[in-house]
DNA sequence: AAACGTAAGACGTCTGACGTTTGATGTCCA
DNA sequence: TGGACATCAAACGTCAGACGTCTTACGTTT
């Protein structure tokens, strides 16, 4: 047999992984302060270079945020935030409606067939927020609902890393179009459409529910559309 | 009005840019060594810790790849392939097809009204090479013509950030699959099913194509499932 | 010609020092 | 008492030098 040479990966790849480990972990949720540099080398038994290798190497990714003469914090648990932010700055928002309009369908689809009832009476606890807050005229109120619907859709697609990327790529677009939504012409936001979804879902039709979501993206791409002419 | 406090980025964080931009523009091709750490210190003007940790977190994305006593070397154009093999880790080969199942069907409607001829009759010269692999037994070429037809779509799609998204989804995946496909049990890669996706495209039929594509997705699918079994 | 040994080049890590920025603390004066 | 100011400690940013280890290429030897 063929002896395998010793492949030791760079010490500073290790820390790397150990750091998102405690963020994956739940140990340094988001917002957290990690330790200082001098306490990571201790308890890392690392030099200083070879500990901010690995801090920036994360910060890059979008998923440590480093505050020069405060600290450094997490920022994000999900990796690809930042090369989506990057990607979005060199790509315009139709690009990424039409992706998020794939991912946004393709969840639904799979919603239809494996989201259980709990899931299913969570997303309708979700419109009902919606159209309160429509009713009351809360924006606010009513933008976190419909994101917790759409991430909600994205989660009871049974597949996590569908569910990650649509948030990476839905997140951004989101705060993105937060101008478009606040133009006084913008009066729509049909709440029809999502609730023809949940009910697609509710009868475990994937085509139908494809369809449906993927129609609701179709008319955000038009306000933008118009909001942008 | 209030003055904006003079908000320097980090130096290393310039040298990302620098370094990212060559490799941009192109300057630096994928497979070139890139000047080794003195040389480039003196070009940008900056100590070699800071240097390093510009490299580290290229190559933590999937940018660069460090060959330790050898060179570092221009790994990919594009930041997501790090990120996107990390997470393939964690997530079965199920669920990376599930998503690239949504891409290649919106790939392929979008590619259904937007392609134009040029790029239509590539993509049946990529399914003539593929045919004749197949008949020629030669199983590298066939590969080699299949993604190139795969990535053609996505090309066709006039949507930069969803062939991109694509290609570092599809790739890691690809390489992944690789066994199922030298499996003896494995005789299909009925090429029909990409002909069928062809003529969709050349009537311009975008719920067709995006159904055919679907349809080859799923086939892959289940051919995974059954070497798997 | 093939195998070996050697040396140069390149990245990996450590140590130490100093600069800059930030946030908090304490002080002074109105 | 309360606010404005000065001060200080903590934390990150950068630089410099040194040594270790690995890879590759080259030259020597057999």
């Known amino acids: 047999m063929t002896l395998e040479p010793v492949r030791r990966p760079a010490l500073s790849d290790e820390v790397i992984d150990r750091i998102r480990a405690r963020i994956a972990s739940g140990e340094w949720p988001v917002g957290t302060r990690i330790p200082p540099e001098p306490e ?7 030099a ?6 690995a801090v920036r190497a994360l910060a890059h990714t979008g998923l440590l945020e480093v505050r020069r003469g405060d600290g450094t914090y997490v920022h994000a648990t999900s990796e690809l935030s930042g090369a989506v932010s990057r990607l979005y700055g060199g790509s315009g928002l139709g690009q990424l409606l039409e992706v998020r309009e794939a991912l946004d369908a393709q969840a639904a ?3 239809a067939v494996r989201a259980d009832d709990a899931a299913l009476d969570a997303l309708a606890a979700c419109l009902e927020r919606r159209a309160a807050a429509w009713r009351a005229g809360d924006f606010e109120a009513w933008v976190a609902a419909d994101w917790d619907f759409h991430a909600g859709v994205a989660d009871a697609s049974g597949n996590p890393l569908l569910a990650e990327l649509y948030r990476d790529l839905a997140g951004p677009l989101r705060s993105a179009m ?3 939504w606040s133009t006084p012409g913008f009066q729509g936001a049909d709440p029809v459409g999502h609730e023809t979804l949940l009910a697609a879902l509710r009868e475990r039709d994937p085509a139908e529910a494809g369809r449906q979501a993927g129609a609701n993206v179709a008319d955000t791409r038009e306000w ?4 942008r002419a």
């Open 40 to 46: 990571l080398m201790r308890q890392l038994g690392v």
């Open 48 to 53: 200083r270079g070879t500990l901010r290798e």
């Open 109 to 111: 689809r799979l919603a």
């Open 178 to 180: 937060a101008g478009t």
């Open 224 to 227: 933008d559309a118009r909001g």
